[in-house]
């Protein structure tokens, strides 16, 4: 037999009591001791002995579950002995058990998800078919708060509690900073009992509330979530009908029931595929025994009618676990599902033709995303020259929401930078842009930005008044700020790039850069040139990138006052230092230090960090190297030209 050989660290989930067979109501009364499913479970020295195993096999993190685990009477026993020495934990329970001894130990650093079926006790105790479960619940949620034990609130919507959806959400938000949405679709009990998958299938939501919630932003995440939605459980895709062969080939997880049967997967339930811990051992079922249904489970003829050869695959949930509890067939497809992937495809296609553009600049390509739909001419015209069919090799997106989000109490992160319009605040490796009045007693926020830590993904939040704009059209920039140079100039530093106060043009299919602050004389320049058979790239901002044959110079849209742009590039001939004159002359310019001088003080700079410095710090250097540079003084006898003609581009 094939050796399964861990790779550090496994990652293991542990049910520590009766599942209550997935009944899709989740009742929290505690089961009798007596009880055969009571007796059967594991005991405190057989869950330490298989933790004990797992560790030794480099197994670090640990996801607890149950129905509910702290069913258990010796649950902080076992989650103390769990958590102990992992490097990471998760917790997922109803909150109607959590004492204040309990929310101490929780204290512990880890994930902790609290259910929330409704927004009120009616709802909520409807759905868990237990009176109190909701007053308990929101207990709780308080004695976690007072222990200071960080939690999650998972909202779990159903049809019979999804008209109190919006108020479920708001009711999360104000017990924690953080809420996801639970499984948006149910799948059937593991027992197959015919009136409980009555009630589940009674339960589901229609398939286009699933894809409303599961998918509603294409760009990223969900509208509705401040966290990922626990919604896409299907396995990779499979090569061919070994319906868990790519599944197991690079899951380093398994699963332990309440009972001592190990699988890969906490959804599988075909007895046939669960491993006895009693009878063997953990390293044996890991080594052993998982490998080998890598291949036991053919699609067959089924398969390669329905999900496999399927269109809508790649937007469909379906997993083999989900046919088997459907159908008792591994290889059957689910209907419910094949309706949900059909609306999540729908929605993909709306998405793409009415709220999505493509725009590219500088080898860069911009994915723009909006909450509304996005018209020809939602942009200023000038944009549709860069405008292009869809992503590139370099893609980075931006998303916009035309409305702002509600900051009270929210930790946006250390304050870096504070000066108008912008503050700036970094955390967890992302950074927030508030947007802000140069009048200190106008605390109003009129824009928000928030960005990954290389600004390649970026979210963007407006008032009304980007709104009105947004719907009149003829929009300036791609981000709704006052220009798009604090999301280019970050870019193109991590690209070997960089964005001056400068104009372009190709002559000749040559790339000369006239570098200049306002009033150097730019667009000036730039008119001459066109008049003698220049093609303009831009008068005002223009973007250099370094390649291993050349640097290059691109046309960006950030124009002065000649509207002429392309998004054209060009290899740098040479770069010239404008100043204005009675004469027309040309002088070189050797000095290395003060070609840099020279470049950095026309950087167009985004909140300058000092690994951004240093990156552009090395360009001008390498720039200063590789191309000629010169002071160009000129009059406006367009003498100039015939100048640049000669001993720029030509050499004579």
């Known amino acids: 037999m094939k050796q399964h050989t861990p790779r550090l660290p496994l990652a293991g989930s542990m049910d520590l009591t009766y599942r209550c067979n997935n009944d899709c109501r989740h009742c929290w009364l505690r089961i009798p001791a007596g009880s055969p499913e009571r007796q059967r479970e594991l005991t405190f020295d057989e869950i330490t002995g298989i933790v004990d195993e797992a560790r030794s096999m480099g197994c670090r993190t640990w996801s607890i579950s149950g129905g509910e685990p702290m069913l258990r009477p010796d649950f902080a026993e076992i989650f103390d002995y769990i958590t102990r020495k992992s490097a990471s934990y998760s917790l997922n329970t109803n909150g109607t058990l959590i004492t204040p001894e309990t929310a101490r130990l929780l204290k512990r650093k880890g994930t902790k998800m609290v259910a929330l079926y409704g927004a009120t006790a009616e709802v909520h105790d409807h759905i868990t078919r237990t009176p109190g479960s909701f007053e308990a619940a929101i207990r709780g949620f308080a004695y976690l708060r007072e222990a200071g034990a960080g939690f999650m609130v998972q909202v779990v919507p159903m049809r019979d509690n999804y008209h109190q959806f919006d108020d479920m959400v708001e009711l999360a938000e104000s017990l924690s900073p953080h809420w996801r949405l639970g499984a948006v679709w149910l799948y059937l009990s593991a027992s197959g009992d015919p009136e409980k998958n009555r009630e589940i299938r009674r339960q589901r939501l229609a398939p286009q509330q699933v894809v409303e919630l599961s998918t509603p932003d294409p760009s ?21 009908d070994r319906l868990f062969g790519a599944c197991i080939g690079i899951r380093r997880d398994f699963h332990v029931d309440p009972y001592g049967r190990m699988t890969f997967c906490g959804f599988v339930k075909d007895p046939d595929m669960l491993y006895d811990l009693r009878k063997g051992t953990f390293r044996e079922c890991w080594d052993e025994f998982i490998p080998s249904l890598a291949g036991r489970v053919r699609g067959g003829q089924e398969y390669g009618e329905n999900c496999g050869s399927c269109q809508y695959r790649s937007d469909c949930p379906w997993c083999p676990v989900y046919g088997y509890l459907e159908h008792r067939r591994f290889s059957a497809p689910v209907g419910y599902l094949c309706d949900v992937a059909k609306e999540k495809r729908k929605l993909k296609e709306d998405w793409e033709t009415n709220h999505r553009r493509y725009f590219q600049c500088a080898g860069i390509t911009i994915q723009v995303d909006s909450d509304h739909p996005i018209t020809d001419d939602t942009f200023h015209p000038k944009f549709r020259l860069f405008q292009v069919d869809g992503p590139g090799e370099d893609t ?257």
């Open 396 to 652: 980075i997106s931006i998303r916009h929401h035309l409305s702002l989000p509600d900051l009270n109490g929210k930790d946006l992160g250390k304050e870096v930078y504070r000066r108008p319009p912008w503050a700036i605040y970094r955390k967890n490796g992302s950074w927030v842009y508030v947007g802000i009045s140069p009048d200190d007693g106008d605390r109003r926020i009129n824009q928000m930005a928030a960005f990954n830590h290389d600004h390649t993904r970026g979210r963007i939040y407006n008032d009304a008044r980007a709104e009105e704009r947004f719907h009149q059209g003829d929009v300036q920039s791609l981000t709704l700020f006052p220009s798009d140079q604090l999301l280019l100039a970050r870019v193109l530093a991590d690209r070997q790039g960089c964005y001056f106060h400068s104009a372009g043009v190709k002559l000749d299919g040559k790339g000369l850069l006239f570098v200049g602050h306002s009033e150097a004389g730019k667009s000036t320049i730039s008119l001459m040139l066109k008049e003698h058979g220049a093609e303009v790239l831009c008068d005002d901002r223009v973007a250099v990138r370094r390649y291993p044959e050349g640097p290059r110079i691109f046309g960006t849209w950030s124009h002065g006052d000649v509207p002429d742009v392309s998004p054209d590039s060009a290899p740098l001939q040479a770069i010239l230092f404008l100043e204005k004159s009675g004469e027309n002359r040309l002088i070189p310019v050797e000095d290395k230090k003060e070609i840099v001088g020279r470049l950095l003080a026309c950087l167009v700079k985004p909140f300058v960090t000092a690994d951004w410095w240093e990156k552009e710090l090395t360009l001008a250097e390498q720039l200063s190297c590789e191309a000629p540079c010169y002071v160009l003084r000129f009059d406006k006898s367009g003498g100039v030209v015939d100048l640049l003609r000669k001993a720029v581009l030509h050499g004579r």
């Open 220 to 240: 990223h995440n969900g509208r509705h979530g401040s966290e990922e939605t626990e919604t896409d459980m299907r396995c990779p895709g499979n090569v061919d």
